[in-house]
């Protein structure tokens, strides 16, 4: 029941939750580092679910953490909806567990029933503050006489399990921080089994741990000040406590603690305003940690298992910048091909009323050139219905067309132009960018004009828009848009001139 972990054949890390709200940013790189360091030194990556706290803990709040860190990409070895051999995972799961090691531990007298009352030790509590001392138990019910305690259980009065803290010091070495000591007395000897029986954090993080056999303990350094109460209760399991790494905390660009005033801190924002998955991840993976090469910065999740020590783990807390998110999560979207982004943007169109909410092929093949034309002007997926405008037809009637544009046509010379294009389109039925090529040389041969004095207007007659991408890129769009059954219609090039050159 007390066997070590061994942690110099097998490297097992845990990512443990609590399912009471939504995966933010501080869990998720915390679960990312575990999972990189696993991944790393060829171990096992084990999700354990804390879910002792029974009033905030919910369903949704484990299945949407679960449906998290599977988009993510970080695939747990053992754990909640996985096969292991150290389970239940879940600690609302173990709690006959628990009883059986809390049992042990007052059978050899390293620990003790305290029958004080929360009312008590809240008085003890305030005295002390009062004298200026820090908050601590007094110690009042360690070494009560065991008939006055039978005496006690036998009359049905509540108590507590704690730890009967040694004296001296406790340490350990933490693989980021450095040598932590404090003394012991500290500690004041922490509540293991709360009067219903239930168990505390520390003590369920400790049984788990060890009976998962977890060699490194990664996680956020707000639970610096557990630790040294969990080395005593290894101890008192006579068992040798795992490595421990603490990551500093995360900031705003500001300095502030990372919150909501910050912008979007959960995974579930980022998902659902177009974040790549393995965008998020090397972002994250570079906040406390940087690859051994300077200047590194767009790295592949497997080049990062590759990297991955935790010797390069920083001290410093880590700045989370929205905008260096954005241009990682830019590089990522234009990097890749718009055929690969169709079913993650599918929604952001369907949202916007763009394409039908049941996907067809033809659709989808001429979605993916529309996201490759306007992919180059987003941060995140969730901009690419604003920017794929361009391609569907003019909204009022008669068109909203842009001011630049506006202004272009105005001329008397770029409204001949346009005219003359629209009227050579017309008498062909339709175009294509060979079609384009011709007639735009019949156009400059017809009326003189050559250059941007040719091509602005047609652009602007056409678009609406006094720039924007190739025309050779959008007339194929504009044409095959206006054929397929869409639930917001693009006008085919004849339909846009006729529009626009209407509307002067």
């Known amino acids: 029941m007390t ?34 360091f696993a991944r790393h030194h060829n171990g096992t990556f084990i999700l354990r679910i804390e879910d002792t706290d029974a009033e905030r803990s919910a369903a949704k709040y484990e299945r949407q953490l679960l449906d998290d860190l599977e988009w993510l990409g970080l695939d747990w070895d053992e754990g909640v909806g996985r096969d292991g051999s150290c389970g239940p995972y879940r600690q609302s799961d173990r709690y006959a567990v628990y009883q059986q090691y809390a049992r042990r531990l007052l059978d050899e007298d390293k620990a003790f029933r305290c029958f004080c009352s929360e009312e008590e030790l809240e008085k003890v509590r305030r005295e002390q ?9 007094s110690g009042k019910c360690r070494n009560l006489a065991p008939a006055e305690v039978e005496a006690r259980i036998r009359s049905g009065a509540p108590f507590t399990l704690r730890l009967r803290v040694r004296p001296g010091t406790v340490g350990f070495s933490d693989l980021v921080f450095g ?36 060699s490194h303990v990664i996680r956020g350094d707000g639970h610096l000040s557990n630790t040294h109460r969990q080395i005593l ?60 090469a300077e200047g590194q910065e767009i790295l592949s999740a497997e080049e990062i298992i590759r ?17 260096k998110l954005d241009w990682m999560n830019r590089t990522y979207i234009n990097k890749t091909p718009g055929r690969a982004l169709v079913d993650r943007a599918r929604g952001f169109f369907i949202g916007a009323g763009l394409i039908p909410d049941s996907p067809d092929p033809a659709i989808d093949d001429w979605l993916a050139r529309v996201i490759d034309l306007v992919k180059t ?63 735009a040389a ?63």
């Open 307 to 323: 990297l991955f020590d935790l010797e390069r783990v920083q001290k410093n807390p880590a700045i989370f910048d929205n905008a």
């Open 377 to 439: 002007h987003v941060d995140h997926l969730d901009q690419l219905p604003g920017e794929a405008d361009i391609v569907y037809g003019f909204e009022s009637d008669p068109p909203q067309i842009g001011a630049e544009a506006l202004e272009i046509l105005q001329e008397p010379e770029a409204q001949a132009v346009a005219r003359e294009f629209a009227r050579l389109v017309e008498e062909k039925g339709n175009l294509s960018p060979e079609t384009y090529r011709e007639l």
């Open 442 to 504: 019949q156009v400059k041969e017809a009326t003189g004009r050559k250059g941007r004095n040719l091509f602005h207007p047609i652009r602007a007659a056409l678009t609406g828009r006094g720039s924007g991408p190739e025309l050779e890129k959008l007339i194929p769009l504009y044409e095959e848009g206006s054929r397929l059954n869409l639930p917001r219609k693009v006008m085919s090039c004849r339909e846009r001139l006729r529009a626009v050159l209407g509307s002067l």
């Open 233 to 292: 209760i290894y101890e008192a399991l006579g068992a040798r406590a795992p490595q421990f790494a603490h990551l500093s905390t995360i900031l705003g660009p500001d300095g502030q603690k990372l919150s909501k005033r910050h912008g979007a801190t959960s995974v579930e924002e980022f998902r659902r305003q177009g974040y790549l998955p393995e965008a998020l991840v090397n972002y994250l993976a570079l906040l406390g940690w940087s690859p051994p």
């Open 129 to 137: 503050l009062a004298r200026k001392e820090t908050p601590r138990y």
């Open 179 to 214: 040598r932590i000591e404090i003394e012991a007395a500290q500690i004041s000897d922490p509540v293991l089994l709360r009067s219903d029986k239930s168990p505390t954090y520390n003590f369920c993080c400790v049984v788990d741990d060890l009976m998962m056999k977890i």
């Open 3 to 36: 066997e070590s972990p061994d942690i110099s054949n097998q490297v097992r890390v845990r990512f443990a939750p609590s399912p009471t709200g939504y995966l933010h940013v501080g869990n998720v790189r915390t679960a990312l580092f575990n999972w990189l």
